[in-house]
Nanobody
Framework: QVQLVESGGGLVQSGDSLRLSCTASGSIFRLAAMGWYRQAPGKQRDVVAIITAGGNTNYVDSVKGRFAISRDNAKNTVDLQMNSLKPEDTAVYYC?????????WGQGTQVTVSS
């Protein structure tokens, strides 16, 4: 059973950067793709970035050019570098497989961007 733990969130100002990290308790090597998701207050949880086992990446339009997802299968980690943060990036950020495995949801990490 894999457990995912997110970290790295915080309160920042518009234009600042944060790096989120997701650590898996078990090997994520078998998972074909991993993703970062976010859920803003009153909204559904949506994917923002995906990385395949081979390292190919894809991003939702609103974060393209600002966010970068990376993975280290040897360390069982998936990171999300977030630059030029905007208030609309405020949300709880989660990692999970793609497609989602419901039992893998962790507690998430809160990102708050003030204007």
């Amino acid at each position: 059973q894999v457990q995912l733990v997110e970290s790295g969130g915080g309160l920042v100002q518009s234009g600042d950067s944060l790096r989120l990290s997701c650590t898996a308790s078990g090997s994520i090597f078998r998972l074909a793709a991993m993703g970062w998701y976010r859920q803003a207050p009153g909204k559904q949880r949506d994917v923002v970035a995906i990385i395949t086992a081979g390292g190919n990446t894809n991003y939702v339009d609103s974060v393209k050019g600002r966010f970068a997802i990376s993975r280290d299968n040897a360390k069982n980690t998936v990171d999300l570098q977030m630059n030029s943060l905007k208030p609309e990036d405020t949300a709880v950020y989660y990692c999970n497989a793609v497609p989602v495995i419901p039992s893998y949801w962790g507690q998430g990490t809160q990102v708050t961007v003030s204007s």
